[in-house]
């Protein structure tokens, strides 16, 4: 099957599997092959990273991420990915959110309606083979990769401004809730499941 000529890409490494770089191409397959080269001085994280590869003999493994129609979803359709990936814990070389930068405001994709209806709209019917899931999960569990979302949910979590909105955002959708007759139903039924086990 022909790959479509716009399309967002990663690169992954090849020994951790972890992804490190995402990008947009106008020329499909052919703009990730750009980077898969020794650069005589490197000035970004993302040339180091691949210098250092090439040197140990290996090099970096270019996917696919999203296919699209036109040009003009490029630089959206970017920034949506860096922002998603970096939003779980991705040790990505990317210098910039992508584009033009995240024009949604706020980093964390899943806290915006239009993200994340285009999350799904982009997964909608994907498979992944078992094999990719593995990867994935490998290298997200690796110690360096959750100390470093660790990390950056504490750091977070120190923004006082930060936890005002994650605040605001829970009373939100606890009031949504417990507005739903079959969730109150089903939270009164669980609580007195649980009070009768302990009378036990």
């Known amino acids: ?116 209806a285009r999350f799904s709209a982009a997964n909608k019917g994907r498979k992944f083979k078992p094999a990719h899931k593995e990867n994935h999960l490998r290298a997200v569990r690796r110690p360096e990769v959750r100390a470093a979302h660790a990390e950056g949910t504490r750091r977070r979590w120190e923004d006082p401004e930060y936890r005002r909105r994650m605040s605001e955002v829970s009373k939100r959708e606890n009031a949504r809730r417990w507005a739903d007759p079959e969730y109150c139903t089903r939270v009164k039924a669980r609580i007195a499941e649980a009070n009768r086990r302990r009378a036990r």
Request: aromatic share 8%; charged share 25%.
């Open 1 to 116: 099957m022909k790959l479509a000529r716009f399309l967002i890409y990663g690169l992954q490494d090849p020994i951790t599997l972890e992804l490190r770089y995402i990008g947009k191409s106008s020329r499909g397959m052919h703009r990730p092959q750009v980077h898969l080269k020794l650069v005589e001085r490197p000035r970004t994280h993302k040339q180091r990273w691949i210098n250092r590869l090439i040197r140990d003999g290996q090099m970096p493994l270019p996917f696919v991420l999203e296919e699209l129609t036109t040009q003009a979803a490029l630089d959206e359709a970017e920034r949506f990915w860096i922002a998603y990936w970096r939003s779980i814990g991705a040790r990505l070389t990317n210098a910039t959110d992508g584009g033009d930068g995240w024009a949604l405001g706020d980093r964390n994709p899943m806290h915006n309606p239009v993200a994340k």
